[in-house]
């Protein structure tokens, strides 16, 4: 469960991040995850620290290009929509991966875990506000999609840690990564300086950290408490989106991140709580 929620950390501060690059394309903002990812890999595979041998290739591939198509709209989403907004509409994936796994992954949920979920998902509603859902526009809709997807890819990488090795995992994500976004990497303008550089430089290096530690976490930890982990990350964005960047924070917001940390904690530490209340 700790590499897990240091995961959700590294995953906020790579998020906090990409509201610097508004100026270039974001399908360049996502190649420079994807190269960044593949030279750590392969510098790991070089230095002896993994080997780089893929053993399910179908679910290798499932959760490369669900996986990247993903990551896309999660920056797009921060990009259109605000740290806050952007990272709550792609963070409803938990929802998505719970009602998964069970007839992907045959894992049980307990009565305590669902409620958990369904908590954190209100949570995640007052976040975004029911009051205007009914104006929700297509950058909206496209960072749910990418919740969707994303949901996807959560329990492909649970699947695929029966059999492959994080590096590998990842490793297949930005490959395929590449493919999704290649063409308009390759049309978009490379017309800024170091600073942009630098800042696409973080965005990758702190995302491969991220990857990786969640990658080898979902080994240890069911699908869906991995996920509502995860929600960690939209509760630290909304409050850096407000800090940082200026980003107005309501009522509804305070009291839905306040239900997201409180089911986050309980999930972290269930089998404790368990033990101490039996």
Same mark, same amino acid.
């Given at each position: 469960?700790?590499?897990?929620?240091?995961?959700?950390?590294?995953?906020?501060?790579?998020?906090?991040?990409?509201?610097?690059?508004?100026?270039?394309?974001?399908?360049?903002?996502?190649?420079?995850?994807?190269?960044?990812?593949?030279?750590?890999?392969?510098?790991?595979?070089?230095?002896?620290?993994?080997?780089?041998?893929?053993?399910?290739?179908?679910?290798?591939?499932?959760?490369?290009?669900?996986?990247?198509?993903?990551?896309?709209?999660?920056?797009?989403?921060?990009?259109?929509?605000?740290?806050?907004?952007?990272?709550?509409?792609?963070?409803?994936?938990?929802?998505?991966?719970?009602?998964?796994?069970?007839?992907?992954?045959?894992?049980?949920?307990?009565?305590?875990?669902?409620?958990?979920?369904?908590?954190?998902?209100?949570?995640?509603?007052?976040?975004?506000?029911?009051?205007?859902?009914?104006?929700?526009?297509?950058?909206?809709?496209?960072?749910?999609?990418?919740?969707v997807l994303s949901g996807i890819a959560v329990v492909a990488i649970k699947k695929l840690r029966e059999t492959d090795t994080?590096?590998?995992?990842?490793?297949?994500?930005?490959?395929?990564?590449?493919?999704?976004?290649?063409?308009?990497?390759?049309?978009?303008?490379?017309?800024?300086?170091?600073?942009?550089?630098?800042?696409?430089?973080?965005?990758? $290096?702190?995302?491969?950290?991220?990857?990786?530690?969640?990658?080898?976490?979902?080994?240890?930890?069911?699908?869906?408490?991995?996920?509502?982990?995860?929600?960690?990350?939209?509760?630290?964005?909304?409050?850096?989106?407000?800090?940082?960047?200026?980003?107005?924070?309501?009522? $509804?917001?305070?009291?839905?991140?306040?239900?997201?940390?409180?089911?986050?904690?309980?999930?972290?530490?269930?089998?404790?709580?368990?033990?101490?209340?039996?």
């Open positions: 469960m700790p590499v897990m929620a240091a995961s959700s950390v590294l995953f906020s501060a790579m998020s906090l991040l990409i509201p610097l690059t508004r100026s270039v394309n974001t399908s360049l903002v996502a190649s420079a995850r994807f190269v960044t990812g593949i030279v750590v890999i392969v510098g790991f595979a070089l230095a002896g620290v993994t080997r780089l041998k893929p053993v399910n290739r179908w679910w290798l591939i499932v959760r490369g290009l669900i996986g990247a198509t993903s990551v896309y709209f999660f920056f797009r989403g921060i990009t259109m929509l605000g740290l806050g907004k952007g990272t709550v509409l792609n963070y409803t994936y938990p929802v998505f991966a719970a009602l998964l796994a069970p007839l992907m992954l045959k894992e049980k949920l307990s009565w305590d875990v669902v409620a958990a979920v369904l908590v954190s998902f209100l949570g995640i509603a007052l976040v975004v506000n029911p009051g205007r859902i009914n104006a929700i526009g297509v950058e909206e809709l496209l960072a749910l999609l990418g919740g994080p590096y590998v995992i990842y490793l297949a994500q930005c490959i395929f990564g590449l493919l999704v976004v290649g063409w308009p990497t390759m049309t978009s303008s490379f017309a800024f300086g170091g600073r942009i550089w630098l800042i696409l430089l973080g965005v990758g $290096a702190l995302a491969t950290a991220a990857q990786l530690a969640m990658t080898w976490a979902y080994k240890h930890v069911p699908a869906t408490e991995g996920s509502l982990l995860g929600f960690l990350v939209p509760v630290l964005n909304v409050l850096l989106g407000v800090v940082v960047f200026g980003e107005k924070m309501r009522v $509804a917001t305070l009291a839905g991140s306040a239900l997201v940390l409180i089911c986050c904690g309980y999930v972290a530490f269930r089998e404790r709580i368990l033990r101490l209340v039996g």
